[in-house]
């Protein structure tokens, strides 16, 4: 929230204050490697945004649940503009100038540099700072889990049986299973973190693939409303008994193949693009399994509905 951009906006004015003119040399200096350079460093960087996007990927596929809510799509988008490139761009200045005079003002260019806020506000020196600081990056951390790892699963486990699962049990339920992950978090993941997270991601990015793909090019931007909350097996989208095996085969398969970038070491430079490796494969192998049985052509859509019309 804004509390936290205030509190990084302060710790970056005292650090500079005490850094001085050597803060902007120290920007372009600490990052520097001679084993990072040229197409290596375009690799590093797009790897960096694919953990990224794997680590919001439970945000993405669940992005119906946010922005249903919305008032408009004109809200919707200005939203999403500013919550994301505004929002990222200003708090990625703000951690590379921190990052930077917290390097010279307190290592005096020694060691590694410090990445953690919490590391560099209990470097300062000012109890009251951080205090608000720690406060503010408490309540900061609540927030994003409740966006990012509460939301999504409560609604994921509610629609698995609706009829027994509410949006409140469903969020007990992940309470429960966060409590239990959480409790065994240091024992099994410790510091794998980015190992974890590219493979959650690679997980889920055959699903995100199908889900886009399903809708731009198999239905064709077109939905059949009353169908999608209809298990009549004459329904359009009741498939196999409820379930479209072809999508399910497809997530499978690509799955494996954008894991493998993750763990296999013989592709390990992949790592990073593993959710950008699974979303395609899991779209091109869902759109060859279901190129013959694509939606409803326009001329007749009768009864079909365009998402943007129905909201």
Sequence with gaps: ????????????????????????????????????????????????????????????????DFSRFAKSEKAMKRGNFLGLPVSLTFFTFLALFITAGAYIVFQDGQGEPLTNPAD???????????????ITFLLATVGINLVANFIPPAYDLSNLAPQRISFKTGGYLTALFGFIIGA???VTIGDNLPVFVDTLGAVLAPLYGVLVADYYIVQRRALTIADLFSMDPAARYHYQRGWNVRAVIAVAVAAVFSVAAVWVPAVGALSGFAWVIG?????????????????????????VVPESAAG
């Design 184 to 186: 065994l978090w240091v």
């Design 1 to 64: 929230g804004p509390a936290v951009y205030v509190v990084m906006v302060v710790l970056l004015v005292a650090i500079w204050i005490q850094a001085g003119d050597d803060l902007i040399p120290a920007v372009g200096q600490i990052f520097n490697s001679s084993e990072v350079e040229g197409w290596a460093a375009v690799a590093a960087f797009v790897g960096v945004i694919g953990t990224m996007i794997a680590y919001f990927s439970a945000v993405i596929i669940n992005f119906g």
């Design 120 to 134: 560099i506000v209990g470097q300062v020196g000012n109890v009251f700072l951080t205090i608000v600081a720690a």
């Design 279 to 303: 979303a395609l494969l899991g779209a091109a192998l869902y759109v060859a399994v279901m190129w013959n049985h694509r939606g409803t052509p326009a001329s007749d859509q009768a009864s």
